[in-house]
């Protein structure tokens, strides 16, 4: 079972149905879902969608801290890794260029998250925000022009995320 936990995105019932279509289970469920809530559910995933606001802003969605101490591998996506890395102690900032529509993804990494990515290939960016510090253990798998740390993990703790979808 993946767990898609929602912060507004349009995405996350698009996100859920791709997941089921490789024949895994998945449930899309509210950021307010408590850490003991996830636990008791047992999945081997967790996955952060995007959404509209901005991490900094005062009422922004964030979930429960303790998600992070569960030993579940979490992705992020967005907003999703915007709150990831402003959670665990980086910093997240408005961008001095936001970054709407196509964009260029260089590979800094080519981690397993990358494997069937092109240096270079065009991904849909939709971004007024910038990761401009990142926590502990992260490191920058990928950036564009405009977003320096466009995909980011930390491999200990297997967590992943970028700041983009394919086009």
């Known amino acids: 079972m993946i767990i898609i936990l929602d912060f507004g995105s349009q995405y996350s019932e698009l996100i ?7 024949q895994v289970y998945s449930e899309v469920l509210s950021y307010r879902t408590s850490a003991e809530q996830i636990r008791s559910l047992a999945p081997k995933g967790i996955i952060f969608s995007g959404g509209p606001n901005s991490v900094y802003d005062a009422g922004a ?9 569960l030993g579940i591998p979490i992705f992020g996506v967005c ?10 102690g980086g910093q997240v ?9 196509k964009a260029s993804l260089f590979i800094d990494d080519p981690t397993d998250l ?10 849909w960016m939709s971004h007024g925000d910038s990761c401009t510090r990142l926590p502990e253990g992260f490191e920058v798998l990928a950036h564009t022009h405009n ?12 967590f992943m995320a970028c700041s983009f979808t394919r086009k």
């Open 79 to 88: 907003y999703g890794m915007q709150l990831m890395v402003q959670q665990l």
């Open 147 to 158: 977003t320096p740390c466009a995909a980011i993990a930390n491999s200990e703790k297997s």
């Open 114 to 123: 990358l494997t069937n990515v092109q240096d270079g290939a065009t991904m």
């Open 61 to 69: 969605p964030h979930c429960d801290p303790e998600i992070w101490d």
């Open 16 to 22: 859920a149905r791709r997941i089921r279509e490789t």
């Open 93 to 101: 900032e408005p961008a001095d260029h936001g970054e709407y529509g």
